[in-house]
Structures are given as structure tokens and as C-alpha cells.
């Protein structure tokens, strides 16, 4: 009886004790073919294998789709004229083995506003040094955070334009939509002609490199944290609750995340998350929040505040989201100019959230998570990344892999070949998870060379 005549069984399964910082034995592989892009790389599980082996011992190649931007493929943007942007860039590089190649020096004044003059100049000079492979951003300064009208983050993203501003003489008005929005692509620039771009904020190089660790110590931890979304009494800061509501209404497995929606619009008990250890999320929306420095943040954690100048960075007339970062939060938001509480101009929570779980960078999730960014900074450790491993093993003729990026929206199927230019055959399809979970995929027999992982 040949292999394909014999029943091939796929199981998928939520793994026990998913929130554990062990990510499980055997070869993490998040660095596989883009399923939309057909880049392929390969994980070998079985490359500890003696050369001796007999055939039937050898472990096949599992092939996983590409879900995030990696090292080489972020830029890094120094100001020379600014000591502290040279120290966070050096240290940076060194931490994430960022290509020298990668890293564009810039020279313009220090402070608040950068203006369109000087940012045409340095933005000609990104786009001269740096190649298609380059798909995001990381800034080094804290200031300029802002660039006439536009956010510094965006306007490197996106190029400077009025129309991703508020431009009608202090009236609220809309702003210009970006592709990149909920988008499923690892290749912004290359798809889209966006490299989103975040800030290591910090009020001094101690702080920013403080960030940067964080965002390291987050990789692969698979947190399962605690996140609070806060319906506060501000009612014009809380337009994002029903987001809120229907979030926390489909992430009801707190083995895989503990989501709490918070209530207090009708004012009786806190507008505020205080003395809490185990923070991963905090979405609310206040001028300034209160007591966020008795909390105890987890190493990637997210939290924003949706007011009108939190952008302003290191300091502003509201709270600046760089407080965020002091009380060791990860990643944060807010607009540099009054933007009015347009939804659309900050995080949707029910973007980020189920894309940084499903694998994507914090840069990557954040970015997509707001669908007209151009007034918005966003800061943070932009290669932070708590769910990205993909453990494979192949023991007893059983090929596994645990994941988290499987998206309940859509269908997957497992496909082998004899190598890994095939052809490859469908050998399970329909595979489907009723919710987000680390699941365990297992092929077994697992009898041919190769094996891919794609969406259908």
C-alpha cells in the first residue's frame, strides 16, 4: 500500500498551558513563504538527524507562511545632530543584528516641529539610501515628533501630504485612509508603497533603551497578561467602547487571554486600572490617566489612551503616551495636533489585538490598526514580537507544529511534495480553529520530504 493510500490525520488542538513563557521544545519557524507573495524558506525539523539515518528516520521540512517583518528588513533613521538619537540607534542595532546597512543618518535641528523643508530633505535621503527590501521604520529621536501637520511616524510612512491632516482652520474634519489598514500583507512597502514607521520615545537614552529591552524579553513569551478596555466618563474619549464590547465578547478563553471590558460610564466606581501585575493590554480613553504607574506591565505590552495630545512627545499640555512607556508599557498612540475624536484616527482594538497575537510584529499590528494615521505617532519597540515562534516536531512519524496564527475568519490546508519546488498535493483542507488558540497541527504519517502550511 503505497503512502497516499493510507489515512492521513491532521488534528488541531488547543495546547494546555498556552500562556506559559516556555514556547515548547523544537525549531521555532516564522521565517516561511508569504502564501500571498510565494517567498519561500524552509524549516528542516529534522536537521539534528544523524547523516546515517535510514530513510524512514530522516524528519521532513515544514514549510510556514511569512508572518512579520524581520530584522533586515527595517530601516533605522538617526539624527546626528541629536546625541541622544545616536546612542538609542546604536544600542539598537547592536540588540536586533540590524544590517549597518539599514541605518540612515540623517541631520536636521532638534525640536518640537520639523519642518516640511528639512523633512523633504531627510525623506529624500531615506528613500536614496535604503532599497525595495526595506519594509518599516524604527526612529531614534524623541523630537521632532511632529512635521507641520502630520506626525513624524506617519509622515515617514507615508510621505508627507495635507491630506492626512486636519487642515480646515481648527474645525474638525477627516482625514485620508491609508492601504495598509487591517491589511493582511508582511510586505507593506513592496504592496502597498508604506513603510510604517515607530519611535523608541523616550525622555532620555536610559529610557529608550529600557524600551528596546522590554520589546526583546517580550519574543516568544506567548503572555497570556491581562488586558483592560475602559469605558470611561469621558464621553468624548470613549467612542472606541463598543470596539471594546465586541472584543472582549470574542476573546472569552482567559487561558489564552484574560480580556475585561470596564464600565464606568455612568461614573460609579474608576475611570482607572490601578495596582494591577500582570498588564499585557489597557485601551481607554481619558486626557490623562491616572495611577498607570501602580500597574506591572508584561514585557510587549500595549495601552493608549484616545485623547487630543497625546503624541506630543516627551511632554504635553495632556498626558503624553510617552508616560506609557515610563511606566513599562511597550507600545502606545496618540495624535501630535487636535484631530476630534474620530474612531478612525485611533487604534482599532480589534485589529491590533488578533494580529499581534496571530504573530505580527508590534510595529506591523499597531500600524494596521489605524486607518487614517496621518496626525497619530505611534512609539514603541517596533520589532517586538510575544507570538511569533512556531515550534515544529516530527517523533513517532508525527510532523507538529504550534501556532497561534491561524485566523478563525478563514481556512487552511496542509500540503506535501517529494521537494520543496514540488508539486505539492493537498493532504488535509478545511482546517479551521473556532477561535484564536495556540493550536498544535499534526500530520502523521508524516511520509513526504516537504510540507507547507497555507491559507486557503
Known amino acids: 500500500m503505497g503512502p497516499w493510500a ?5 488534528s488541531v488542538a488547543l495546547v494546555v498551558g498556552c500562556g506559559s513563557d516556555d514556547s515548547g521544545s523544537g525549531v521555532p519557524a516564522d521565517a516561511g513563504p508569504d502564501t500571498d507573495t510565494g517567498a519561500d524558506s524552509a524549516v528542516d525539523a529534522g536537521a539534528d538527524a544523524p547523516a546515517d539515518s535510514p530513510p524512514e528516520a530522516q524528519a521532513p521540512k515544514m514549510i510556514l507562511p511569512k508572518r512579520a517583518l524581520t530584522a533586515d528588513e527595517l530601516g533605522v533613521l538617526v539624527n546626528s545632530s541629536d546625541p541622544q538619537s545616536k546612542e538609542v540607534a546604536a544600542y539598537y542595532v547592536a540588540a536586533r543584528k540590524i544590517p549597518s546597512a539599514n541605518v540612515v543618518t540623517l541631520a536636521f535641528p532638534v525640536g518640537d516641529v520639523m519642518t516640511e523643508a528639512d523633512f523633504a530633505t531627510a ?24 512635521v507641520a501637520c502630520m506626525s513624524v511616524t ?13 487642515t480646515t482652520g481648527g474645525a474638525c474634519g477627516p482625514t485620508a485612509s491609508v492601504p495598509t489598514y487591517d491589511s493582511d500583507s508582511v510586505a507593506p512597502f513592496t504592496d502597498h508603497a508604506v513603510r510604517p514607521t515607530m519611535m523608541l520615545v523616550g525622555k532620555d537614552a536610559a529610557t529608550a533603551k529600557a524600551l528596546i529591552d522590554r520589546g526583546m524579553a517580550a519574543d516568544d513569551t506567548f503572555p497570556t497578561g491581562d488586558g483592560f478596555l475602559v469605558r470611561t466618563t469621558d464621553t468624548a474619549r470613549s467612542v472606541r467602547w463598543p470596539s471594546f464590547v465586541a472584543l472582549t465578547g470574542d476573546w472569552t478563553d482567559p487561558s489564552v487571554m484574560k480580556l475585561s471590558y470596564v464600565d464606568n460610564s455612568a461614573g460609579a466606581g474608576s475611570n482607572a486600572i490601578e495596582n494591577q501585575k500582570n498588564v499585557f493590554l489597557y485601551f481607554t480613553g481619558l486626557a490623562s490617566v491616572p495611577g498607570i504607574e501602580t500597574n506591572t506591565y508584561r514585557p510587549g505590552a500595549i495601552a493608549d489612551h484616545l485623547t487630543s495630545y497625546g503624541g506630543q512627545v516627551p511632554s504635553s499640555g495632556q498626558m503624553s503616551i510617552a508616560k506609557w512607556i515610563d511606566a513599562g508599557v511597550t507600545g502606545s498612540f496618540g495624535t501630535v ?9 485611533f487604534p482599532e482594538p480589534q485589529v491590533v489585538v488578533p494580529r499581534y497575537y496571530r504573530g505580527e510584529t508590534l510595529l506591523e499590528a499597531y500600524f494596521k490598526s489605524v486607518s487614517t494615521p496621518g496626525e497619530g505617532l505611534f512609539v514603541g519597540e517596533p520589532l517586538a514580537r510575544p507570538f511569533g515562534a512556531e515550534p515544529v516536531t516530527f517523533a513517532g512519524g508525527a510532523l507538529s507544529v504550534q501556532t497561534t496564527h491561524l485566523d478563525p475568519a478563514h481556512s487552511y490546508a496542509i500540503e506535501a511534495a517529494d521537494s520543496e519546488s514540488g508539486p505539492f498535493v493537498a493532504v488535509q483542507s478545511g482546517i479551521t480553529v473556532p477561535s484564536h488558540q495556540r493550536a498544535t497541527l499534526t500530520v502523521k504519517p508524516a511520509e513526504k520530504a516537504v510540507y507547507r502550511l497555507v491559507r486557503e
Open 6 to 10: 493510507r489515512v492521513l490525520a491532521l
Open 123 to 146: 525623506k529624500a535621503a531615506v528613500d536614496a539610501a535604503l532599497g525595495p527590501k526595506i519594509q518599516g521604520l524604527a526612529i531614534t529621536w524623541t523630537k521632532p515628533y511632529r
Open 154 to 166: 506617519s509622515a515617514f510612512a507615508l510621505g508627507f501630504d495635507n491630506k492626512h491632516c486636519n
Open 337 to 345: 495636533v487636535e484631530p476630534c475624536n474620530y474612531k478612525s484616527k
